[in-house]
């Protein structure tokens, strides 16, 4: 966590999968649920950016990036969300 605050790492939005998908736990308006990169910056420039491994709910008015509650699970392959305890998609019948 302490590079997250000290060196220039942040995060930013690729792709918004569902929006408003549930509450910003810091000013409670509406979260999207998205797939983000990690960008590192060296002054203020992006020097290298890379995929977020999960996906990420995004409050569009604070900018805040946390995780989904365990409610949220999605699947990977269609995007549908799905109970958390399942094994398998009931949309597309992939293993989840
Ligand atoms: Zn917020
Ligand atoms: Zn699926």
Redesign the pocket.
């Known amino acids: 966590m302490f590079f997250f605050f000290a060196g220039g790492l942040g995060q930013q939005v690729r792709q918004v999968l569902k929006s408003g998908a549930g509450k910003c736990i810091r000013c409670g308006s509406e979260a999207d649920l998205v797939d983000y990169d990690k960008v590192l910056k060296l002054f203020f420039v992006p020097v290298w950016r890379w995929p977020g491994k999960d996906q990420v709910l995004h409050c569009r008015d604070c900018d805040l990036f946390f995780p989904p509650p365990i409610s949220l699970a999605t ?1 990977r ?4 969300v ?1 109970e958390p305890e399942f094994r398998f ?1 009931p ?4 293993s989840l």
């Open positions: 699947c392959f269609c995007d549908r799905v998609c949309f597309c019948g992939s």
